[in-house]
Nanobody, 124 residues
Framework: QVQLVESGGGLVQAGGSLRLSCAASGLTFSMYCLGWFRQAPGKEREFVATISSSGGYTDYADSVGGRFAISRDNAKSTVYLQMTSLKPEDTAVYYC?????????????????WGQGTQVTVSA
């Protein structure tokens, strides 16, 4: 059974930083592209960042580029999202997801597995 478990969310002031982690089990982690998505109250889920199976390619939403960094440790079956210079508009539930593609993809429909999400709240 595939499981993706996010952690690291919380409450932070604007300008602060958080690092999210997502631990995977039940799949051959190194064969999957990993992504982070988020959903704010009343809004649709949106793409945040993605990283290729090898970790050599990354892609970001324009809204987070230069502030967020995605990385992975295939030995630990874990993907990370380092978030800096956080803004109140970054407040959302953040989800990690795994896609059986080699390179990166921002398309939610291409992701096969999803975590339960972790709440990030940024106060003004």
């Amino acid at each position: 059974q595939v499981q993706l478990v996010e952690s690291g969310g919380g409450l932070v002031q604007a300008g602060g930083s958080l690092r999210l982690s997502c631990a995977a089990s039940g799949l051959t982690f190194s064969m999957y592209c990993l992504g982070w998505f988020r959903q704010a109250p009343g809004k649709e889920r949106e793409f945040v960042a993605t990283i290729s199976s090898s970790g050599g390619y990354t892609d970001y939403a324009d809204s987070v580029g230069g502030r967020f960094a995605i990385s992975r440790d295939n030995a630990k079956s874990t993907v990370y999202l380092q978030m800096t210079s956080l803004k109140p508009e970054d407040t959302a539930v953040y989800y990690c997801a795994a896609a059986r593609v080699v390179f990166t993809t921002p398309l939610a429909e291409q992701y096969n597995y999803w975590g339960q999400g972790t709440q990030v709240t940024v106060s003004a």
